[in-house]
């Protein structure tokens, strides 16, 4: 068992909304605009900060911020958090270069999952396994946590009703869901990403030394906004991960298909929709989860996770039983400023019960895409955090830390280093997630093939020669 290491990618919706008389800008030009500082400094649009982290421009003209490998819980939040920060950083600049321009634009970065045209962008994450681990058949056991995952972390979602059998929300009604990801995976386990859109990428890409470590892509899950929800999604699979490794003992529950349980799950709120199993059996998603955290505890109560932030994963493991109880009874008030479907869904019915509009009304869709705006003071998450209606993780001073360092216990503290040391130095480089080198070649490329090594002295001796 090593000690895990996860990142966070999430792509951003971007759009513009143009004043009275205003030529509206597609999303290619909004992307120009959104670039141009990075362009003009790095002379690219796919490049690493000094907090360690990637920035670039993903194909359909989206943002995409992978954050840094992290090794602790409460870090990942804080860089996912400041992923956030960055990335409205450039929408202002972008504004202001099209006011310079004489444009009258707003930029919004949406931090969701689809867009109206019913397009998806993932939110995917990434978990460092030991190279023994084989993937394909822990993606088995891991399957059907992960298609019940949603209750616990779906970022929900007004659900569209088309007429029935097209695949949208059941008996053509528009309804409420749990996770914006659901109605767009299209496999089980795949070693593609867009083609067939799998919950669990199984492609080999460790971007570390692949005789000791290899790494499991997640990219089924939501994109989240509040704090505790992050948590909660990657605790709860760190922790179910960790104790598939351990050989813990858990009740067979394979999903006989994946992508229709997830679809059916996502659509019925009481959580208590049979799923139907390979041995002809059939479970609900409160049964699943509840499976997965009964192991949980076993695990926990064995020795597992005897490390410095168990404080932190016994706080996710009673969150995680609060939201399945919420579930179950039907209290989703109960856990609505803690998870994000919750809280959402909150939002709506206080407007329904205000208005007496139905489900499919414009202003409820405007609720549902505003929750997820980034912007400080602009986005409901943004407003309900501001009034202290959401639980935090992370404060503010962490998340700005986060936004200028990186995580100092990983080699991204390494990468960070080299990085302001050349800017500093004024030599041009190449970095990605492994190497670090100098661009004319003066120097010896260093490769960082130890996730988990944040000292190295050949590091030390390539910034000191930066400046000869």
Request: aromatic share 6%; with cysteine.
């Amino acid at each position: 068992m090593i000690r895990r290491i996860v990142g966070i990618e999430t792509e951003f919706g971007i759009t513009s909304v143009g004043g009275e008389g205003a030529r509206s800008l597609g999303p290619d030009e909004i992307a120009r605009y959104f670039f141009r500082p990075v362009v003009e400094r790095w002379r690219s649009s796919n490049v690493f900060l000094e907090n360690g982290s990637r920035l670039y421009l993903d194909v359909g003209s989206h943002p995409e911020y992978a954050t840094a490998e992290c090794d602790g819980l409460e870090q990942i939040v804080a860089h996912d958090r400041a992923g956030e920060r960055i990335i409205d950083d450039l929408a202002v600049h972008a504004e202001q270069s099209l006011a310079a321009e004489g444009i009258d634009a707003k930029v919004y970065l949406y931090k969701n999952n689809t867009d109206t045209a019913g397009n998806s962008y993932g939110s995917h994450e990434n978990y460092l396994l030991d190279r023994s681990t084989q993937v394909r058949s822990m993606a088995t056991t891991l399957l059907p946590f992960l298609v019940s995952r949603q209750l616990i972390c779906g970022a929900g979602k007004i659900l569209p009703g088309t007429p029935a059998g097209v695949g949208a929300a059941e008996d053509g009604e528009t309804t409420f869901c749990f996770s914006q990801r659901a109605e767009h995976m299209w496999d089980g386990v795949s070693s593609a990403t867009t083609r067939s859109r799998p919950l669990i990428n199984t492609r080999d890409e460790p971007h570390a030394d692949s005789t000791r470590f290899r790494r499991m892509h997640v990219i089924v899950g939501d994109s989240n906004m509040i704090e505790t929800t992050t948590l909660l999604k990657v605790a709860s699979t760190r922790l179910v991960l960790e104790m598939l490794e351990a050989g813990a003992p858990l009740r067979a529950m394979a999903i006989a298909h994946p992508v229709r349980a997830i679809r059916e799950i996502s659509r019925d709120l009481t959580g208590t929709r049979p799923v139907a199993l390979t041995d002809g059996t059939t479970m609900t998603a409160l049964e699943i989860q509840r499976e997965f955290l009964a192991a949980v505890h076993r695990h926990l109560g064995r020795g597992g996770w005897e490390r410095d932030d168990r404080p932190v994963v016994e706080r996710c493991v009673t969150l995680w039983e609060r939201v399945l109880d919420a579930v179950e009874s039907g209290d989703h008030d109960a856990i609505a400023g803690d998870i994000d479907w919750a809280a959402k869904l909150r939002l709506i019915r206080q407007v329904q019960g205000r208005t007496g509009v139905e489900l499919d009304h414009p202003r409820l869709a405007q609720i549902d895409l505003t929750y997820h705006d980034i912007r400080p003071g602009r986005g409901l998450h943004s407003v309900l955090e501001r009034r202290g209606l959401v639980s935090r993780v992370v404060s503010d001073p962490e998340i700005e830390r986060a936004r200028q360092n990186a995580p100092e216990t990983t080699r991204a503290a390494l990468r960070g280093r080299f990085i302001s040391a050349a800017t500093a130095a004024r030599r041009d480089y190449t970095v990605d997630w492994v190497h670090l080198k100098v661009a004319d070649g003066t120097l010896p490329t260093v490769a960082l093939t130890d996730p988990f090594a944040a000292e190295d002295p050949r590091v030390d001796g390539l910034i000191a020669a930066l400046g000869r």
